[in-house]
């Protein structure tokens, strides 16, 4: 049975949160700078500053167009893509898990990613009229709904939406997504698999400006509206009838939160391929530090998910040099061993 908010010691609480808000914003930024000088060409921090500020005052560009076109053509974009979809993911998770009231449920858990992955493989590989005129990110979009309504149909009992039902709905849907997905691949060259594994496993290399606007609307737009929800994701995650006690509308909130979670997740992965377990990581991580209490878990979670997920892209193109990796690999070396670690201590977690 979790806890309700407040009900036990933190290492962050009362004035302490809003300098641990304070000190995630400014790790952002820094991390955020950091990142988009450091690469095959690095570039000071206070370079990137001055480049960036004169981008977003003027618009001009700076005196050497060569460094100026690095840091805010191409690294500025992936960066900052990074953050978006950190702060995304880290979101989804939340809302899987109070959805749930299971602290090791992850946004790919629920088949979401399976179809988005299958739609942006067949674009990649097959062509289809269809999928092909959506694009890349338009046939994982269309993917992931896809699974979405599936899930959805399957999940409900007598009218409602049940936790248990969605956990084993997700995990049938995303197999059959996983096995729909490695036929395709079969089928495909050396030079489609080659480009399909590297989106398989989280990439937000070729990210550009086009890139950001839908996953950072989807981000802002979503971590609004729950934001409002605090109150009513405490008393969800204390239990149904709790819940439905103190007003709150457990069947429309279940649903709610399931649909801001797949529209995060599909978000992400149209744009950043699949990048796994930072749904489960962060928010847990940010549980252990301020509670359950999701009016603080929340606003801590977008920012820990962001600066998170940049300084692990940052890792996935300087730990190789000039080679870079996958994010995915990164995020299942860290996030598998958690799981684990979480599975084994299951008891435990949700305080």
Same mark, same amino acid.
């Given at each position: 049975m979790p806890r309700t908010a407040g009900s036990s010691p933190h290492l962050v609480a009362g004035p302490r949160y809003a300098l641990l808000l304070a000190g995630l914003a400014a790790?952002?930024?820094?991390?955020?700078?950091?990142?988009?000088?450091?690469?095959?060409?690095?570039?000071?921090?206070?370079?990137?500053?001055?480049?960036?500020?004169?981008?977003?005052?003027?618009?001009?560009?700076?005196?050497d167009p060569l460094t100026d076109q690095i840091v805010w053509d191409f690294r500025t974009p992936r960066v900052l893509l990074a953050a978006v979809a950190g702060a995304g993911?880290?979101?989804?998770?939340?809302?899987?898990?109070?959805?749930?009231?299971?602290?090791?449920?992850?946004?790919?858990?629920?088949?979401?990613?399976?179809?988005?992955? +299958?739609? #942006?493989?067949?674009? $990649? /590989?097959?062509?289809? *009229?269809?999928? %092909? @005129?959506?694009?890349?990110?338009?046939?994982?979009?269309?993917?992931?709904?896809?699974?979405?309504?599936?899930?959805?149909?399957?999940?409900?009992?007598?009218?409602?939406?049940?936790?248990?039902?969605l956990v084993l709905a997700g995990v049938a849907v995303a197999a059959l997504g996983n096995a729909a997905t490695s036929y395709v691949q079969l089928q495909a060259g050396p030079t489609e698999l080659r480009r399909v594994m590297f989106w398989l496993l989280g990439s937000v290399s070729g990210a550009k400006w086009a890139d950001l606007g839908v996953p950072a609307a989807a981000v802002a737009l979503t971590a609004a509206w729950l934001l409002t929800q605090g109150r009513s994701m405490n008393a969800l995650s204390v239990g149904d009838d709790t819940a439905a006690g103190l007003g709150v509308n457990v069947h429309a909130?279940?649903?709610?939160? +399931?649909? #801001?979670?797949?529209? $995060? /997740?599909?978000?992400? *992965?149209?744009? %950043? @391929?699949?990048?796994?377990?930072?749904?489960?990581?962060?928010?847990?991580?940010?549980?252990?530090v301020v509670g359950p209490d999701h009016r603080k878990l929340l606003p801590v979670s977008l920012l820990a998910g962001a600066v998170f997920l940049v300084l692990v892209d940052l890792v996935t193109r300087t730990v190789d040099r000039p080679n870079e990796m996958p994010i995915g690999i990164f995020t299942a070396a860290l996030g598998a061993p958690f799981f684990l670690v979480l599975l084994r201590n299951r008891k435990k977690v949700w305080r």
């Open positions: 790790a952002l930024v820094f991390s955020v700078a950091f990142a988009i000088g450091v690469g095959t060409v690095d570039v000071p921090v206070g370079r990137v500053l001055e480049i960036v500020l004169a981008h977003l005052t003027s618009g001009a560009a700076g005196p993911l880290s979101l989804a998770g939340v809302c899987l898990q109070t959805l749930v009231r299971n602290p090791l449920a992850d946004p790919y858990l629920f088949g979401v990613s399976a179809g988005a992955s +299958l739609g #942006a493989v067949v674009a $990649l /590989t097959t062509g289809g *009229v269809v999928l %092909a @005129g959506l694009g890349v990110a338009g046939a994982a979009f269309a993917g992931s709904l896809i699974s979405l309504a599936v899930v959805f149909v399957m999940a409900q009992r007598g009218g409602r939406l049940l936790g248990s039902s909130l279940r649903v709610h939160l +399931l649909i #801001a979670s797949s529209l $995060l /997740t599909a978000t992400v *992965v149209s744009v %950043a @391929g699949g990048i796994g377990f930072v749904g489960l990581i962060v928010p847990h991580a940010v549980r252990l």
